[in-house]
């Protein structure tokens, strides 16, 4: 059960500066802001009691929220008739907040909020060749940058219903949190700040021996970083107030560095104008191993 609300818009401008530069720019946008998912808590005797099949009980009601953003900048320069540069460049940003009653029921037993932030930018950059013989090629370079925030919180038993009133006075308050067993009247919250970085060079080359056979391969050499940091795992009090640490926060960020060197050769043979069979074997080394050999008929 879920509902539908929401909107996009995209554009694009194309700028031929000569015969030999041209820039294309496109732009979207878009969200979301529904009334979120329902949950169907089974068994339905327990769960759902009086309810129809159609029918869900929920306390917790906000809406969804969901908003992207994007830029992308690609560039041509055609440095003669055979070799051109092309550019891409881009840039995204997005978020998400929203609380999944978890529980299905009209009581505050199990409910999860969740906050994303994500933002991304990235640039390649490759030179191609267009040689009127057998033999052409692409050389090229890519960087990435991913930066993410996540928050999540198990807010758990938060009413006198659920049985979130620990020390039986009446009400839900940081006390029964306190003398809790079970993460009654607690909600268990963590947050991390994400940063990864991606490099890589690569290449592409291919050389025809027939008209119909052409031999293909390339090289690929990665290098990504990543690091987390202000980890933060806390029990919070239903006033908002920190009562415990539950799992410690690193002293420093956590860090990872792993390169990758990939590369293909393969055979490509138009076997008439709608079958191309290749053949193609793929090795890498570091962290993601990969030896595969590959043959297929393709039919246009």
Not at 10 to 24: H, I, K, N, P, Q
Not at 132 to 141: C, D, E, T
Request: hydrophobic content about 35%; glycine content about 8%; proline content about 3%.
């Amino acid at each position: 059960m879920a509902e539908v609300r929401e909107y996009g818009v995209r554009g694009s401008l194309y700028v031929e500066a000569s015969s030999a530069v041209d820039f294309t720019l496109r732009g979207s946008t878009s969200f979301q802001n529904p009334r979120n998912y329902g949950i169907y808590a089974e068994p339905a005797a327990i769960n759902r009691a009086g309810l129809s099949d159609r029918q869900i009980a929920a306390n917790e009601t906000t809406r969804r929220h969901a908003r992207t953003y994007s830029v992308a900048l690609t560039s041509n320069f055609d440095l003669s008739d055979s070799l051109g540069i092309t550019s891409v460049t881009s840039w995204d940003m997005g978020s998400l907040n929203f609380t999944e009653d978890t529980d299905g029921q009209g009581i505050q037993l199990l409910e999860i909020p969740y906050v994303d932030r994500a933002s991304q930018i990235a640039q390649d950059i490759r030179l191609t060749s267009d040689f009127s013989g057998p033999f052409n090629f692409i050389l090229g370079a890519y960087y990435n940058r991913e930066k993410v925030y996540n928050q999540s919180t198990f807010k758990i038993v938060q009413d006198v219903a659920s049985g979130g009133d620990v020390d039986g006075d009446g009400d839900v308050d940081d006390a029964d949190c306190a003398a809790t067993t079970a993460g009654e009247a607690c909600n268990f919250r963590n947050s991390f700040n994400q940063t990864k970085k991606s490099i890589a060079i690569y290449s592409d080359a291919s050389f025809e021996i027939t008209d119909s056979i052409k031999l293909k391969g390339g090289l690929r050499f990665t290098r990504d970083t990543g690091t987390q940091s202000n980890f933060i795992a806390e029990q919070v009090g239903p006033s908002g107030a920190v009562l415990g640490i539950t799992i410690p926060t690193p002293a420093s960020p956590l860090e990872y560095k792993i390169s990758n060197l990939s590369g293909k050769i393969g055979v490509d043979f138009q076997a008439g104008r709608d079958n191309l069979i290749y053949l193609t074997y793929r090795g890498a080394s570091g962290h993601r191993p990969l030896m595969r050999r590959r043959f297929s008929i393709h039919q246009s």
